[in-house]
């Protein structure tokens, strides 16, 4: 399991999407050597982060489980859809 970088909660400083890539690539690379079926990751806040997670687990030969907050009004707390 990988967090958000920064709060889950409260966005932050934004990463792009190949940013999150390389950002996440080396935990999960770490994993990657390891008896593990997957990546997952909780509570991220915007989408370009979760399209990074996805595409490291993806170059790593792992499948991945990717998980947002969702405000009440169904937005993520970024604002994005």
Request: glycine share 12%.
């Amino acid at each position: 399991m990988v967090g958000p970088r920064g709060d889950g909660y409260v966005p932050g400083e934004m990463m792009s999407a190949d940013e999150a890539a390389e950002y996440h690539a080396e935990q999960i690379g770490t994993f990657a050597d390891t008896p593990i079926d997957m990546v997952t990751v909780l509570t991220l806040n915007y989408a370009e982060e979760g399209t990074g997670v996805a595409r490291a687990a993806a170059d790593h030969g792992l499948p991945a489980v990717i998980s947002f907050t969702v405000e009440t009004d169904g937005r993520l707390p970024t604002g994005q859809d």
